[in-house]
């Protein structure tokens, strides 16, 4: 049984700091059912030191006089039987006490237990105003440690501290499903070996986020039900191209709040050519009316003229894309998953049939079935000896300019000197880079003159394309090994930090949606 | 067979749209009039050659250009017009097609 904390003794009290790390070792709390509350759900450890189950929901506050503050609110709240959290009102965590610096920034990420801290409720925001001179307006979740731990060497305020990659997976690919085979089975595959990789019991999910182009008539409450997961968060996600991107960064927050605490990020796609080519002519009301009755002949049509367009612009070659395509089938080689992987030569290239002027066929996408999924979680849930996988930035754009410019641009142009700014890091600093690639125009447009080691599982172009949602996934997923150092023989040496992107959603001339992370390797 | 393309101008700030929209992009207006345009510049063009799940498909030629009024418009084109030809624009049921001026 935990001896009792004082109940004179003010929350936080005896957080320190010693040599710009935070050492968190007491909580307590006032009040006789408040305090049997508390101690249900906190109990402490034989080190003095706090132990609160993970998903216990919980209030950050800045600096002592908060805490007192929302220790005196929560204590009137649950005397008067007010509030939604009920059970977790009184437990509130500790923070050094800096007033200028964000709290996100000032926490870390090792040690023996977590506790996640919400965004106050609204009835919570009410209460405490007339205490508070500000908001506890950040969602994060803190970890107590049980030793010192270096804040990250970096610079630059970290995105999310608590919540990170810890497992990928993928089923095979296909250019043909068999009978039998069906979006939801290379789903389920992808999952399964996601959740292997990642060592997670599929009882421990508590979350999943979904895409697919052809999942319907269903949803992502009936994946969840075919898989047997029952769960107390779930996404299904409509961007296309960036869904990947962006059910991320929704994952990533879900569990840097607490809202759920292992997600499961899937996508995949098994429409046969057929089915894509009906995809593709239906794809929104634009499309439907404007574009496939003129036999547009689908995206390929549509970076068809873009791709026009910019090697005009810049004008650029033919080979100049061919270049890339040749580099990407080089990876390819390494990836036992890609649909291609012979060794292209330009000569290949350049003599490939044309699909849609100047596209070729090695510009084009294939179309294959198959499943990404990726599993996010505390970075402490990441199976031992392998480095978790934490995102130093993330931004999305969606419907930039309206459909207004010339598509030689993406959404990542809104943002992109805001994304290495928050990531606290140069491109230059890039190990490795998975960009989003339908088409070479496309990964030109979204890169512009940078040089990374690219697309080094081959690439969508050449590994395929399961639908966007999973190709983005794919990027992600790669770019994932890669940083944990686990992509064999096309490992990049050292990879510590990595940029990953999505792109897609082509409403009519161009595509509107885009999202981009820097990720890195947590030593 | 109609002359022209139907585009939508905002009653408030007569900026012109295709496809049309529901609150205009420039002002947020939410009133449209549905106004013509009957000229474009071709701007960039390629060939369809092949087509998803279609064995026996033949080739059609589509552009992007921009229209007299100002939009940039995807049209099917029914001749041989390469880039900087003037068209004329006819719709089939919504969709914009050109042709060169005779
Ligand atoms: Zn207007």
């Known amino acids: ?523 | 067979m109609n002359r022209g393309v139907a585009i939508w101008r905002c009653v408030k700030c007569r900026t012109g749209f295709f496809p049309q929209r529901l609150l205009c992009s420039r002002c947020h207006g939410d009133t449209f009039e549905e106004d013509r345009v009957y000229q474009a510049v071709v701007e960039e063009i390629s060939t369809i050659r092949h087509m998803l799940g279609q064995t026996d498909w033949q080739p059609r030629r589509i552009a992007s250009v921009r229209t007299s009024d100002g939009q940039r418009i995807t049209v099917g084109l029914t001749d041989e017009s390469e880039p900087g030809t003037v068209i004329e624009l006819f719709e089939e049921n919504a969709s914009p097609f050109g042709a060169a001026k005779k």
């Open chain 1, 1 to 523: 049984m935990p001896s009792r904390p004082s109940v004179d003794r003010p929350i936080g009290a005896s957080a320190v700091e010693r040599d710009g790390l935070l050492d968190v070792d007491v909580l307590a709390c006032r009040g006789g059912r408040d305090d049997l509350r508390f101690m249900q759900a906190v109990r402490r450890s034989q080190d003095d030191r706090v132990h609160i189950p993970i998903r216990e929901e919980l209030l950050v506050a800045v600096d002592q006089r908060q805490l007192l503050a929302a220790a005196e609110v929560f204590s009137r709240r649950a005397r008067a039987g007010v509030g939604e959290h009920e059970a977790q009102v009184f437990a509130l965590a500790l923070h050094r006490c800096d007033q200028r610096a964000p709290p996100a920034s000032q926490s870390y990420d090792r040690g023996t237990d977590h506790v996640s801290i919400v965004r106050a409720s609204r009835g919570w925001d009410r209460y405490h105003r007339p205490w508070l001179d500000r908001p506890l307006s950040r969602a994060m979740t803190v970890r107590l440690t049980s030793g010192p731990i270096p804040l990250n060497a970096l610079p630059g305020k970290i995105m999310y501290t608590n919540a990170a990659i810890i497992g990928v997976g993928q089923s095979a690919y296909t250019r043909r499903p068999q009978p039998g085979q069906s979006t939801h089975t290379f789903i389920r595959d992808a999952v399964v070996a996601a959740l292997v990789d990642a060592a997670i019991d599929p009882r421990e999910v508590d979350g999943m986020a979904v895409a697919s182009f052809s999942l319907a008539p269903d949803a992502a409450i009936d994946l969840a039900w075919k898989l047997g997961l029952s769960l107390r968060w779930l996404v299904q996600d409509t961007n296309g191209g960036s869904s990947a991107m962006n059910m991320l960064g929704h994952a990533l927050r879900a569990v840097e709040t607490g809202a759920a605490s292992v997600i499961l990020v899937t996508g995949g796609d098994a429409t046969g050519l057929g089915g894509y080519a009906k995809v593709a002519a239906n794809f929104n009301i634009a499309t439907q009316l404007h574009l496939a009755p003129l036999g547009h002949g689908g995206p390929n049509g549509v970076y068809a003229l873009v791709t026009s367009r910019q090697m005009k612009t810049y004008g650029l070659q033919k080979s100049d894309y061919g270049q890339l395509a040749i580099a990407q089938r080089a990876w390819a080689a390494h990836n036992p998953y890609a649909v291609y992987r012979a060794a292209m030569t330009m000569e290949d290239y350049l003599a490939a049939p044309l699909v849609a002027d100047p596209l070729s066929r090695y510009d084009c996408v294939p179309v294959v079935a198959g499943a990404q999924a990726i599993v996010v979680a505390h970075p402490d849930r990441c199976p031992d000896g392998r480095a978790p996988v934490r995102v130093r930035a993330h931004r999305a754009s969606f419907n930039y300019d309206n459909q207004e410019g010339d598509g030689l641009q993406t959404g990542i142009s809104t943002f992109a000197g805001e994304l290495w700014r928050a990531a606290g890091v140069d491109p230059a600093d890039i190990d490795v880079a998975s960009i989003y690639d339908d088409y070479p125009t496309m990964v030109f447009a979204q890169l512009g003159e940078r040089r990374f080691p690219l697309n080094t599982w081959g690439g969508m172009l050449s590994a395929g394309q399961p639908g966007g949602p999973a190709g983005g996934l794919n990027g992600i997923s790669e770019a994932v090994l890669q940083l944990q150092h686990r992509a064999g023989a096309r490992q990049v040496e050292a990879a510590r930090l990595a940029v990953t992107t999505g792109y897609g959603m082509t409403l009519y001339r161009y595509g509107a949606t885009a999202a981009a992370a820097v990720l890195e390797r947590l030593e």
